[in-house]
Nanobody, 125 residues
Framework: QVQLVESGGGLVQAGGSLRLSCTVS????????LGWFRQAPGKEREIVAA????????YYVDSVKGRFTISRENDMKTVSLRMNSLKPEDTAVYYC??????????????????WGQGTQVTVSS
């Protein structure tokens, strides 16, 4: 049984920081790529960041480059997203996800087989 459990969301003022964490249980060796997605009300779910292995390849969507940092630790069972200089447009439900695809960057929602329940991030102006 594979489970992804997120934590760390909350309410923060613009310019503030938050750290999201996601712990993956069950068959972690089968997930070469972990990612963070977000979905704002009325919008499509979009990828925020992805990491392969312990950091061999890292991807960020342009809107968060230089502000967010993804990392993988705890024997690759935990993926974290450090979010600095938060903006109101970062407000969304954030999801972590796991993909079994190997050998290339994985950025589409359809390429991720397992998902967490989501954690709300709200940035006030």
């Amino acid at each position: 049984q594979v489970q992804l459990v997120e934590s760390g969301g909350g309410l923060v003022q613009a310019g503030g920081s938050l750290r999201l964490s996601c712990t993956v249980s069950g068959q972690t060796f089968s997930f070469p790529t972990l990612g963070w997605f977000r979905q704002a009300p009325g919008k499509e779910r979009e990828i925020v960041a992805a990491i392969t292995g312990s950091g061999a390849t890292i991807y960020y969507v342009d809107s968060v480059k230089g502000r967010f940092t993804i990392s993988r630790e705890n024997d690759m069972k935990t993926v974290s997203l450090r979010m600095n200089s938060l903006k109101p447009e970062d407000t969304a439900v954030y999801y972590c996800a796991a993909s079994r695809i190997r050998g290339r960057l994985v950025t589409l929602t359809s390429e991720y087989a397992y998902w967490g329940q989501g954690t709300q991030v709200t940035v006030s102006s």
